[in-house]
């Protein structure tokens, strides 16, 4: 097996939505300038970077992060590669044609490639995902949906008025789980993976920074489940 990190580091300055303050560190002691040893602090906002949002962030009363059981955030999953232009949605039949369809219980993980514009300011006007894709989700089983985009709503320069997270509202409203800002999942599309996406248990956080990683079979060898989802005809971007 071979595990693929999906996280993106936590930088001073490091790219954010504008309305979160901007991410600082500070060097509390320092080797080089005498101390025994090197002690540092962050300041970050629980939504910059790769990280997976709580029922919270959205749900008045919702599970908090670190009340969220820590099976819900390793489990089998679909990577499906999808090609959309910013402001496009992503649809379920783009999904489909991107990936095996998650069966029930199945994590889904959405593989745009809009990582590699991470430190660009063309990382903010990116594709979202359909609120009917939100929707067919929740309809599916699929308890946790994965993203590298930095939201899976629509960029912030695209939002009209009352604009209220449709799929924000949708997926965490029903207990689905939601990770931004992964990197790396388009080497993975197509394939099903063992992701493991454990965030930091901050208590009542509306969200959670998350080391998120991919476990995989060596190249060129199958992934559990592919010969199934072969057989069984799905996979071949017709709706289930």
């Given at each position: ?11 001073a ?21 005498g101390?025994?040893m ?19 962030h959205?749900?008045?009363?919702g ?20 090609d ?10 783009d ?45 599916r089983?699929?308890?946790?949906v994965?993203?590298?985009l930095?939201t ?10 009352g604009?209220d ?9 029903n ?23 454990f ?7 509306d969200a959670?920074p998350?080391?998120?990683?991919a476990e ?19 996979g071949?971007?017709?709706t289930?």
């Amino acid at each position: 097996m071979t595990l693929v990190d999906l996280t993106h580091p936590l930088w001073a300055g490091m790219p954010k939505i504008p309305i979160l303050p901007e991410v600082e560190r500070h060097q509390i002691t320092s080797i080089a300038e005498g101390a025994p040893m090197d002690i540092s602090s962050i300041t970050l906002a629980l939504h910059v970077g790769t990280h997976v949002d709580a029922p919270s962030h959205v749900v008045a009363g919702g599970a908090a992060i670190d009340e969220i059981p820590v099976e819900r955030f390793s489990g089998r999953a679909v990577v499906s590669r999808v090609d959309r232009r910013p402001g496009e949605e992503i649809t379920v039949e783009d999904v489909l044609a991107g990936g095996p369809a998650p069966e029930p219980g199945e994590f889904l993980l959405v593989a745009t490639g809009w990582d590699d514009r991470f430190t660009s300011p063309e990382y903010g006007d990116h594709p979202s995902l359909a609120p009917e894709l939100a929707e067919w989700a929740v309809e599916r089983g699929v308890p946790f949906v994965g993203v590298d985009l930095i939201t899976p709503d629509l960029p912030v320069h695209r939002r009209g008025p009352g604009f209220d997270f449709p799929v924000h509202r949708t997926l965490l409203g029903n207990d689905v789980l939601i990770a931004e800002n992964l990197t790396g999942l388009a080497a993975l599309g197509g394939r099903r993976v063992r992701l493991l996406a454990f965030p930091l248990a901050i208590r009542g956080g509306d969200a959670g920074p998350a080391r998120v990683l991919a476990e995989t079979e060596e190249p060129g060898t199958e992934e559990p489940g592919t010969a199934e989802t072969e057989k069984s005809g799905t996979g071949t971007g017709e709706t289930p």
